[in-house]
Structures are given as structure tokens and as C-alpha cells.
């Protein structure tokens, strides 16, 4: 499970991380592995919206384990199977890059998710932000 002071650093991670690559602003929701917040954050001029779909790419990707990215691929293929998830979790699931487990000891701890900039660019932060903390993606 993961840790408030380590969630809290990946979030502050992912921001530092997106002001240095001039993205446009973000919020970053880090869930624990049950899909729970741990911590959320939004820069001033996000859209307060931004945590909410934040949140539905990290809670898909710890609900199914693998990348939002990995999800939006299987839209594509398999929309039928997504749109079942979809309303299965009541909404909570956003197939959209930006996305991605935590692992630590080849165990999902829990996830990281953005949204303010385009997906892949969003993923690429969390990845970099994760891995920053000694921690690892799926």
C-alpha cells in the first residue's frame, strides 16, 4: 500500500516535473491499491474538473492493473468490453492516457494519474515522476 509521504512526493513530483517542461496546468491524483485517494492536487490555473478526470485514469488503471493507455487500447479493440467496465464501475473508469501503476516489489501499491496536457504527455510525467521516487510502473 502506498504511503501518504511517498504519494505526496510522486504529486509534488508531477507537478515540478510539468512546470519544467512548460505543460499546460495539471492536477495529479495518487490512489492507494483500492482505489482510494491518497492525495490530490490541482495547480491554479487547472480547470477544476481536471482532478476528476485525473482520478478516472488512475482508478481504471489500479482497478485493472495495467497503464490508462493500456485501457484506451483495449477501447479501441474492444469497445464493447470497455463500455461493460465503464458502467460496471459506475463511471469511474477514463481508458485515456495519463495513467499509470505503482509498483514496488513487483506489487501494484497503487496509481498516479494527470490530466491538463494531452495524455501522452500527462503519462510521461507520472512515469518520470514515479520512477523519480525508486518506484516502478506497469
Do not use: Y
Request: proline residues 4%; charged residues 25%.
Amino acid at each position: 500500500m502506498i504511503k501518504l509521504e511517498k504519494a505526496l512526493s510522486i504529486a509534488n513530483d508531477c507537478i515540478s516535473i510539468a512546470r519544467s517542461q512548460k505543460a499546460k496546468p495539471i492536477a495529479v491524483v495518487v490512489l492507494d491499491k483500492h482505489g482510494n485517494t491518497v492525495v490530490s492536487l490541482k495547480e491554479d490555473d487547472a480547470s477544476f474538473f481536471r482532478i476528476d478526470v485525473a482520478k478516472g485514469k488512475a482508478w481504471g488503471c489500479v482497478a485493472m492493473g495495467e497503464s490508462s493507455r493500456g485501457l484506451g487500447e483495449k477501447a479501441k479493440n474492444n469497445p464493447a468490453f470497455i463500455n461493460g467496465l465503464t458502467v460496471t464501475s459506475k463511471g469511474r473508469i477514463l481508458p485515456n492516457p495519463g495513467a499509470v501503476p505503482i509498483i514496488e516489489n513487483n506489487q501494484i501499491i497503487g496509481s498516479v494519474g494527470i490530466s491538463g496536457d494531452k495524455g501522452e504527455n500527462d503519462e510521461k510525467i507520472c512515469i518520470e515522476s514515479v520512477k523519480k521516487n525508486d518506484l516502478e510502473t506497469g
